[in-house]
């Protein structure tokens, strides 16, 4: 029973300031504190008007705190008992438990509870407990520097939440720029994405934060106490000393560790910006180009017809080669009318069940075709097709340096073949290679598609 005593003055001694209560109120959680140290610690109220509290970090409201008028009248009966005598004998505290760590009075010691423990005379437990001071001090900021770290490292993490989402943004309204009338709705999605992938990072590293600084505060605080207990008088330095590493060693046991949050946004890629094309199709593709064929360029085998969107290999001799030095003489090919030299183009070519062809784009070098780019040839496609493509779609940006081919056969979508990416050097044209007749099996003609989405007959 002596006991009790001693556990009686340590609860009804306030987490925080490890002095008696005053004012005291209690929490949602039931924890109580003195009314002055918990708006001290707590802090301003988080998003959703609540405080954490210091001891469990369990939300509650300012507005539900209570005061607790039976832990204030405890408080008020205990402060009568004098000061540094045992609050069940009246006599000195006079001796220290080692066993128990708590101050006690010689009947305590010699007839009460703590008869048979290890028991120290106060001043020789003052001075030996003195010199442990030290130490408990450099703990105590070591923990302060470890949780100003953890402090600094969210801080930047919140700054990182913001620069995500701004790139992410910024990224979204570059790639759907071109596609505003067609993907509003899209872009609303993007963006409550975004806001909700930023509330919900925030609240949440905010709230990490704010339980980050309570225990800072707190361990702030217990500095304090430590500074304060070091120049009290023997007597009340045994009686706080137990008390504040008790206090000190709870905290640092409850030392919350670091959190780092995964932002998660969708990667704004090529390949989010095909994906898009496909669900789209041909509505987000800049209109089709009404490209003709050059005939002045066109192999001396090559056959075109009138409306110069119609190409065949002859299987007839091939008549000598002019005297123009852009016309082809080797591949059995021919470039459209249309130079291309800035902006964005799609234009689609019917291949049919033609065995053999290439398309792509060429460029002009001291006035003569200079061969680059040729692709979309089966060996090289990017992924196998589930069927033969009869008609081809060619996506050129100049801006992104990229040039696509497409399985352009179903008319309500897309399908990536092969895809260059690379800033082109100048001016291109639209290059078609009909290849060499082969003894008539390769004979198909290749159709340039019109803008009313049909190829010549």
Same mark, same amino acid.
């Given at each position: 029973m002596s006991a009790a005593p001693g556990l009686l003055h340590q609860e009804l001694s306030c987490p925080l300031c490890l002095q008696l209560f005053d004012a005291p109120v209690t929490a949602e959680c039931g924890h109580s504190f003195c009314r002055a140290c918990l708006g001290r610690v707590a802090g301003e109220p988080a998003a959703d008007g609540t405080v954490l509290c210091p001891s469990c970090q369990a939300p509650t409201r300012p507005q539900a705190l209570s005061t607790n008028q039976q832990l204030a009248r405890l408080v008020e009966?205990?402060?009568?008992?004098?000061?540094?005598?045992?609050e069940e004998h009246l006599d000195p505290l006079s001796i220290y438990c080692e066993q128990d760590r708590v101050l006690v009075c010689g009947v305590c010691a010699s007839l009460g509870s703590h008869r048979g423990h290890r028991l120290l005379p106060a001043a020789e437990a003052h001075a030996r407990l003195k010199t442990q001071l030290p130490q408990q001090k450099l703990q105590l900021q070591e923990a302060c520097m470890r949780k100003e770290k953890s402090v600094a490292v969210l801080e930047h993490q919140l700054v990182e939440?913001? +620069?995500?989402v701004r790139q992410f943004r910024g990224a979204v309204? +570059?790639? !759907?720029g071109k596609m505003r009338l067609f993907l509003a709705a899209l872009e609303g999605s993007l963006d409550r994405e975004a806001e909700r992938v930023r509330g919900e990072a925030g609240v949440a590293l905010r709230r990490e934060l704010g339980s980050l600084n309570s225990y800072l505060e707190q361990l702030r605080q217990m500095e304090k106490v430590l500074e304060e207990v070091a120049d009290k008088p023997q007597t009340e330095f045994l009686m706080k000393y137990c008390l504040v590493t008790s206090r000190l060693q709870k905290i640092l046991a409850e030392c919350p560790p670091p959190a780092r949050l995964d932002i998660q946004l969708p990667v704004i890629s090529d390949d989010f910006k095909f994906q898009v094309w496909r669900k789209m199709f041909r509505a987000l593709m800049p209109a089709l180009? +009404? !490209?003709?064929?050059?005939?002045s360029t066109a192999h001396p085998s090559l056959v075109l017809c009138a409306s110069g969107r119609r190409v065949e290999c002859s299987e007839q001799k091939a008549p000598p080669a002019g005297e123009d030095p852009r016309q082809f003489d080797k591949a059995v090919a021919v470039v459209a009318h249309q130079?291309?030299?800035e902006g964005e183009h799609y234009w689609e070519v019917e291949v049919g069940d033609k065995p053999r062809w290439a398309l792509g784009v060429i460029g002009l070098r001291e006035?003569?075709?200079l061969e680059a780019h040729v692709e979309a040839k089966e060996p090289r496609a990017l992924r196998t097709p589930e069927r033969r493509p009869t008609r081809i779609g060619i996506y050129l940006s100049f801006c992104d340096g990229v040039l696509s081919f497409y399985?352009?056969?179903?008319p309500d979508a897309l399908e990536l073949l092969f895809a260059f990416h690379e800033r082109l050097p100048g001016p291109v044209y639209p290059f078609f290679d009909v290849c060499w007749h082969d003894k008539g099996k390769n004979t198909q003609p290749l159709l340039l598609v019109g803008p009313d989405g049909?190829? +010549?007959a």
């Open positions: 009966g205990l402060a009568q008992v004098p000061q540094g005598h045992c939440v913001e +620069e995500t309204g +570059e790639q !759907l180009e +009404e !490209l003709t064929f050059d005939p130079l291309l030299s006035g003569k075709i399985d352009a056969s179903d049909g190829g +010549e």
